[in-house]
């Protein structure tokens, strides 16, 4: 009878208290469930040898949710990611998000600070006020302005005529009562011949054109320069975004797993795990905004003022432009680099010409007047006043310039192999930044078109079957999460596409602060002069 009366206690406890447990497992399953989920692959297990991983066993499943429009997700747009609502109230004594306080497992959050509190105090400022600003600061349009000036002021001096000499001369001078000699002025001027003056000068002169396209490939460079810079800054204010909102994502998690674990459904290694990710979103977070300060730093060297304060930027980050199949070829063979390398070797050439010109002989010619003071006649009378003529050209017998032609012949032969170089280098560079930019965009389109909007519906999905407690918190929590993840290598993936859709728009040109007429490969050498 005893045996009986122990059984028949036991089923009516069953029959009592499984119904109480099944309500609580709709909403917040524990650890034996299926819909338990294991913590982020990123996030290191707190204690040696702890797993997430869990048994899985059979829920009640609940009615289907009504299928939602599949929508496009609009890069950014977190607006059904609300902030997960515990299941039970907070438990008392213990303290919010920010408010350092700790935990039953006896983590300490330490908030960290906003590196950007002053940039967001400032307005934020587009493309066109920095493209405004590297105009009239960027000192390496006054370097490439400065060669232009200095070669046509040495093409002008080079076609200039030799100053005439003038000076005295005196010649049989002697005093006494014979009193004699020659004694007067004189006027000599040297007078180049065969075109030397012109030659020189048009050497001088193909040496400006080439300076005069660098000095406008300069702009552009900086412009490209500004325009890259402007991107992945503002990149990197997109990612302070995201990681602010997964940094949210990650406090709100820790809260509701203590609050859980106060009341027995969450167990130590989930606590423990959430607030490792909260404290790595915040690190993360620190990360993305000191990038930020850095991309700005940049930003502000290349516009011409280092200390220009740090502030956000208004700017489109996914009108991407589309470029042309041809886009290769055209940036190569419309760079300006190309095109002074080859006005270069114009201008070698002309140097050739200018050095041959050279060993042409210059003529001397002298004039004046005298005064001859040797006697006529026993009464001393004197010469008198006579003139002086004199002229002489030099002979070509064993200086004919023969060096200075042979040195010239030899530059013009590393300019014409400098334009072969360059070709070639740009051409190579030009198919890379190709390639990288079709890159980018596929990915980024897959992104914007397909993973999002997917990822986005199974967050709308989520949040609708946690409403109806038909899906567990830590489900819906990495939904949120996974969203936040995929918007973040689409920001990476514009910024890619940014960058080089600007560098194949722009010649292939790069380092606004490098110096005048460096190739590309050269930003970091000084340039051949």
Same mark, same amino acid.
Not at 65 to 73: A, K
């Given at each position: 009878?005893?045996? %009986?009366?122990?059984?028949?206690?036991?089923?009516? &406890?069953?029959?009592?208290?499984?119904?109480?447990?099944?309500?609580?497992?709709?909403?917040?399953?524990?650890?034996?469930?299926?819909?338990?989920? +294991?913590?982020? #692959?990123?996030?290191?297990?707190?204690?040696? $040898?702890?797993?997430?991983?869990? %048994?899985?066993?059979? &829920?009640?499943?609940?009615?289907?949710? #009504?299928?939602?429009?599949? $929508?496009?997700?609009? =890069?950014? =747009?977190?607006?059904?990611?609300?902030?997960?609502?515990?299941?039970?109230?907070? #438990?008392? $004594?213990?303290? !919010? @998000?920010?408010? !350092?306080? %700790?935990?039953?497992?006896?983590?300490?959050? *330490?908030?960290?600070?906003?590196?950007?509190?002053?940039? +967001?105090? *400032? =307005?934020?400022?587009?493309?066109?006020?920095?493209?405004?600003?590297?105009?009239?600061?960027?000192?390496?349009?006054?370097?490439?302005?400065?060669?232009?000036?200095?070669?046509?002021? @040495?093409? +002008?001096?080079?076609?200039?005529?030799?100053?005439?000499?003038?000076?005295?001369?005196?010649?049989?001078?002697?005093?006494?009562?014979?009193? !004699?000699?020659?004694? $007067?002025?004189?006027?000599?001027?040297?007078?180049?011949?065969? !075109?030397?003056?012109?030659?020189?000068?048009?050497?001088?002169?193909?040496?400006? *054109? &080439?300076?005069?396209?660098?000095s406008a490939g300069q702009a552009r460079r900086v412009e490209s320069a500004v325009q890259q810079a402007f991107y992945a800054a503002l990149a990197a204010e997109r990612e302070v975004e995201l990681r602010e909102q997964v940094a949210e994502l990650a406090a709100d998690n820790a809260v509701a797993l203590h609050q859980y674990a106060n009341v027995g459904q969450a167990d130590a290694p989930d606590v423990l795990g959430s607030e490792i990710e909260r404290e790595q979103a915040q690190l993360e977070l620190a990360a993305a905004q000191r990038s930020y300060r850095k991309a700005f730093a940049l930003l502000a060297a290349v516009s011409g003022d280092a200390n220009l304060p740090v502030s956000l930027l208004e700017g489109d980050l996914e009108g991407v432009p589309v470029l042309p199949d041809d886009s290769a070829q055209s940036a190569a063979a419309g760079s300006p680099m190309l095109q002074a390398a080859q006005q270069q070797a114009v201008a070698r050439a002309a140097a050739i010409r200018s050095e041959r010109a050279q060993a042409w002989p210059q003529l001397t010619l002298k004039a004046g007047l005298q005064q001859d003071n040797e006697p006529l006649d026993p009464s001393l009378r004197r010469v008198g006043v006579v003139g002086i003529a004199q002229a002489g050209i030099t002979l070509p017998l064993w200086n004919r310039n023969q060096g200075a032609v042979a040195a010239a012949a030899a530059r013009q032969s590393v300019a014409q192999a400098e334009v072969a170089r360059a070709q070639l280098m740009l051409r190579m560079q030009a198919e890379q930044a190709v390639q990288d930019y079709a890159n980018a965009m596929t990915q980024a389109q897959r992104y914007r078109e397909d993973l999002l909007p997917r990822a986005q519906r199974s967050v709308e999905l989520y949040d609708a079957k946690y409403a109806a407690m038909a899906a567990a918190y830590p489900q819906r929590v990495a939904a949120h999460r996974m969203v936040l993840q995929l918007q973040l290598e689409y920001t990476q993936q514009l910024a890619a596409a940014w960058r080089s859709a600007v560098v194949l728009q722009h010649g292939l040109l790069q380092d606004g602060l490098s110096a005048p007429g460096t190739m590309p490969s050269e930003a970091n050498s000084a340039p051949d002069r």
């Open positions: 009878m005893r045996t %009986k009366a122990i059984a028949y206690q036991f089923a009516l &406890a069953a029959v009592v208290l499984l119904p109480l447990s099944a309500v609580a497992q709709m909403h917040m399953p524990m650890p034996d469930s299926p819909e338990h989920a +294991k913590p982020s #692959p990123a996030v290191a297990s707190p204690v040696p $040898g702890a797993s997430s991983a869990r %048994k899985r066993s059979q &829920a009640p499943r609940r009615e289907a949710v #009504p299928e939602m429009p599949f $929508g496009r997700l609009a =890069d950014g =747009d977190t607006s059904t990611a609300t902030r997960p609502v515990p299941a039970v109230p907070m #438990p008392s $004594g213990s303290q !919010g @998000e920010g408010g !350092g306080a %700790k935990g039953d497992s006896g983590f300490s959050e *330490r908030p960290m600070p906003d590196l950007l509190a002053d940039a +967001k105090a *400032r =307005d934020r400022r587009p493309l066109q006020w920095f493209t405004d600003q590297a105009a009239r600061n960027n000192p390496t349009l006054r370097e490439a302005e400065a060669q232009v000036r200095r070669l046509r002021a @040495e093409a +002008k001096q080079a076609a200039l005529w030799q100053n005439p000499e003038i000076g005295y001369e005196a010649d049989h001078v002697r005093g006494g009562s014979y009193a !004699g000699g020659e004694q $007067g002025g004189y006027v000599q001027q040297t007078i180049p011949l065969a !075109g030397q003056r012109s030659s020189a000068r048009a050497a001088i002169d193909a040496q400006a *054109r &080439a300076a005069e396209i660098v």
